[in-house]
């Protein structure tokens, strides 16, 4: 079954601090994995988008690991903001547009 | 900067009634989706198009849902009747597809956040 699972669920850290997500996923086949930020009450935001061949992605403070042997990656926010409060969702794709959403983890960061 | 454009913003009505959701693809996108979101499920996908045709909706409860694109700048998503558990966060999203199936990625509307009383 194609899952796409996302730790932790929720994660609290003080502004300036660094912090990393993860993604764990059984989508099959793989067409391309992205990252999106998506703040309360808005639609989400891509943050990046990596295909098989790619195993790093930056994005400003956002940098996404792909590890497509072993079906994880991981976006790491350097240096927080209050801004980086929101849910990060994790979407990967088995192509033709279809996709597999994870749960999201939802980041606050404090002052 | 280019935005995806829903209406309503906020949408409350009585169980039974029709509920038609609009939205304003981005110029030159060919492809048009459709999203549900919840806190129990997350996103979901209910349908999308490509140059205006309906390529997959198989998300998309049939017997009340019904999504359309009766031109390139209107993609209409309708339930009729609605239900208490139809309340949601719908999300439209428009993106262009290359040849051969190339994503070049896709952008999402701010939402409608649906209340079915």
């Known amino acids: 079954k194609n899952q796409v699972e996302q730790s932790p669920q929720s994660l609290i850290i003080l502004e300036g601090k660094n912090c990393t997500l993860q993604?764990?996923?059984?989508?099959?086949?793989?067409?391309?994995l992205r990252w999106y930020k998506q703040d309360t009450g808005r639609g989400p935001v891509s943050l990046t988008i990596?295909?098989?061949?790619?195993n790093t992605k930056s994005n400003g403070r956002y940098t996404a690991t792909l590890d497509a042997d072993t079906k994880q990656s991981s976006l790491h926010i350097t240096a927080s903001q209050l801004s980086d409060s929101a849910s990060y969702i994790c979407?990967?794709?088995?192509?033709?547009?279809?996709?597999?959403f994870g749960a999201g983890t939802r980041l606050f960061v404090k002052a | 900067d280019a935005r995806v454009t829903q209406t309503p913003r906020d949408k409350v009505t009585e169980m039974g009634q029709e509920v038609t959701m609009r939205c304003q693809p981005i110029?030159?996108?060919?492809?048009v989706f459709w999203y549900r979101q919840t806190m129990m499920q997350g996103l979901e996908l209910l349908a999308y198009?490509?140059?205006?045709?309906?390529?997959?909706d198989s998300g998309m409860p049939k017997d009340r849902f019904s999504a359309e694109m009766p031109d390139a700048t209107l993609a209409t998503l309708k339930i009729q009747p609605s239900e208490p558990r139809d309340s949601a966060v719908y999300f439209c999203?428009?993106?262009?597809?290359?040849?051969?199936?190339?994503?070049?990625?896709?952008?999402f509307g701010s939402g409608t956040r649906l209340t079915v009383v």
């Open positions: 993604c764990n996923y059984t989508v099959s086949p793989f067409s391309n």
């Open positions: 979407v990967v794709s088995p192509g033709g547009f279809k996709t597999i």
């Open positions: 110029l030159g996108h060919n492809t």
């Open positions: 999203a428009s993106g262009l597809a290359g040849t051969g199936g190339a994503d070049y990625g896709y952008t």
């Open positions: 990596m295909t098989f061949s790619e």
């Open positions: 198009f490509r140059n205006r045709a309906p390529l997959d």
